[in-house]
């Protein structure tokens, strides 16, 4: 790429053709932190139980990782590394939907992670980078895209306002739907809780998956509303849909990623999701990510596509 050339964004789908992505960096994350620091129950858990990953396990699931998407010929970028930052989760720093780059309104404690992909941005046409209104809260985890639908993990004003977990609000939703008129956006609330990660459910990619080009995973405990989980399901059809357990949303199964509608990314540890990938006729590159895991987020987590065909 020319240094007067622009990346010409492309996300229609979470399963066409990868052709660029942004992938989280596992360099100098710092130490281990200490409770108050952790913004999602997984962490407390861990940093709790003297279990939370080191610096070099992190560093070897994604670059296992890294060797998956260069097998397919994906071009990888990365954020500039800001020393003892986490900076592990590019998925929640922004989206593309479209032709067009939105910035995330994250949470207080992660906004020194959206300076490290400037030098992105900055490849990318000033027309085509939208910043959020400064009230429409948004992380990209809870951002989704099925067809001609947007959905969005979004808090009410009462859970939003309750719980440290809650990223993304309802004039997050209203923000997209003005903006991306041609889409069906819908909001979907998820339970919430900062302290049991067994009952949280962080993101939305935490609960809810599309896969290859009609189906999908989904874990329907995870949605207080349970008129949504009829909605999917009237959508897809239910003999489209894999249906996981709490314990299997809790250990991230849906946080899988697609290279394309026939190959997926999953962990080594989900044999009953893998074989049913596989009886559907998708490729599934296995890949150990459990030690990542515990920090709350999985392989779709720790990327940000720019271009999928």
């Excluded at 620091?37 to 670059?63: A, G, L, Q, R, W």
């Excluded at 989980?229 to 489209?240: A, F, T």
């Amino acid at each position: 790429m020319n240094s007067n050339s622009k990346i010409s964004l492309s996300v229609n789908s979470e399963t066409g053709f990868l052709k660029s992505v942004v992938l989280g960096t596992p360099n100098n994350i710092g130490s281990v932190p200490n409770i108050k620091e952790c913004f999602d129950p997984s962490s407390i858990y861990h940093v709790d139980n003297n279990s939370y990953p080191s610096e070099i396990d992190i560093y070897k699931e994604m670059t296992d990782f890294l060797e998956v998407l260069n097998k397919y010929n994906v071009k990888v970028l990365r954020p500039e590394n800001i020393p003892n930052l986490n900076q592990v989760f590019a998925r929640d720093l922004g989206f593309v939907l479209q032709d067009t780059f939105l910035i995330s309104n994250i949470i207080e404690n992660r906004a020194n992670e959206i300076p490290a992909i400037q030098h992105i941005l900055s490849q990318i046409s000033s027309k085509k980078v939208l910043k959020i209104d400064s009230k429409a809260k948004i992380e990209g985890g809870d951002v989704t895209i099925f067809k001609d639908h947007v959905f969005i993990g979004a808090s009410n004003p009462t859970d939003f306002n309750k719980y440290k977990v809650a990223r993304t609000n309802f004039e997050a939703v209203d923000f997209i739907k003005n903006n991306f008129p041609n889409k069906k956006v819908m909001g979907f609330e998820l339970f919430k809780s900062d302290n049991d990660k067994n009952e949280n459910t962080l993101h939305l990619d935490c609960c809810f998956q599309p896969v290859s080009k009609d189906l999908a995973i989904i874990a329907p405990d995870s949605f207080k509303n349970k008129s949504d989980v009829v909605y999917l399901e009237e959508l897809i059809g239910k003999s489209n849909l894999f249906y996981i357990s709490k314990d299997e949303k809790n250990n991230m199964y849906s946080n899988i990623f697609s290279i394309s509608p026939k190959v997926v990314i999953s962990d080594s540890r989900f044999s009953r999701l893998n074989s049913w990938l596989q009886q559907k006729d998708i490729l599934v590159e296995e890949v150990n990510y459990s030690e990542i895991s515990k920090m709350g987020g999985l392989f779709r987590c720790s990327t940000l596509p720019l271009i999928r065909e």
